[in-house]
């Protein structure tokens, strides 16, 4: 059971009307959203200012949503926030153009460098060393240099520190599980396959 109880219907007008701007018509408020919302004025801002959109946090479409869905899921997974990646992966992380596999693989401890390109496997290894060690090493950010200009880098850390927050949010609300149906995502792409868009944005 949540240890912080989620506002329930009919919410506040307030709250309805950021609640629909953020979902599916017919779509249930997952549990965190009705938690925040708890704090009317605090998710109100949220969504009025831009911050939590229909697709998460900070979505200024300025990243290749293939890796920023990514760089979501492996600080989910980097933070031990189950609920998070579950919420993910049963509402947008097919849509946001991750396969099965790649999904999945966001919980290996080494990923599999056949499902990612090298850009990718780059914004796992910075996930990874951000997450619990608060460190990026001269080695990994040359490496990381590679593949992202140095704005790029400064977006994905924000993304990944953002939903570390969430974790905490997690950790303190305890949520319980959405009951949303994890969807079929796209066949497996193989690196080589893939866009440009999808293997970094180019280092300047």
């Known amino acids: 059971m949540s240890r912080i109880q989620p506002l329930r219907a009919p919410y506040p007008t307030a709250v309805r009307q950021r609640m629909e701007s953020l979902l599916p018509p017919g779509m249930a408020a997952p549990e965190l959203f009705r938690t925040v919302a708890r704090n009317e004025g605090l998710f109100v801002h949220l969504v009025d200012s831009g ?3 229909p697709t998460g946090l900070l979505d200024r479409r300025v990243l290749p949503r293939q890796l920023r869905e990514l760089l979501i899921l492996r600080t989910c997974v980097a933070a031990r926030n189950d609920y998070e990646w579950q919420l993910h992966v049963t509402t947008i992380a097919a849509a946001m153009g991750l396969s099965d596999p790649q999904i999945d693989d966001t919980r ?13 496997l780059a914004a796992m290894a910075l996930v990874d060393a951000l997450v619990p060690g608060l460190d990026v090493g001269d080695a990994l950010f040359a490496r990381l240099r590679e593949h992202f200009d140095e704005p790029t880098l400064i977006e994905m850390t924000q993304i990944v520190g ?4 969430v974790a905490m949010l997690v950790a303190l609300a305890r949520p319980d599980a959405d009951r949303y149906e994890r969807p079929r995502a796209m066949d497996k792409v193989k690196q080589a396959d893939r866009p440009d868009s999808v293997r970094g944005v180019a280092a300047a």
């Open 51 to 53: 911050w939590l959109g």
């Open 108 to 120: 290996s401890p080494v990923p599999d460098a056949s499902l990612w390109a090298p850009a990718e």
């Open 162 to 165: 953002l939903y570390a927050g």
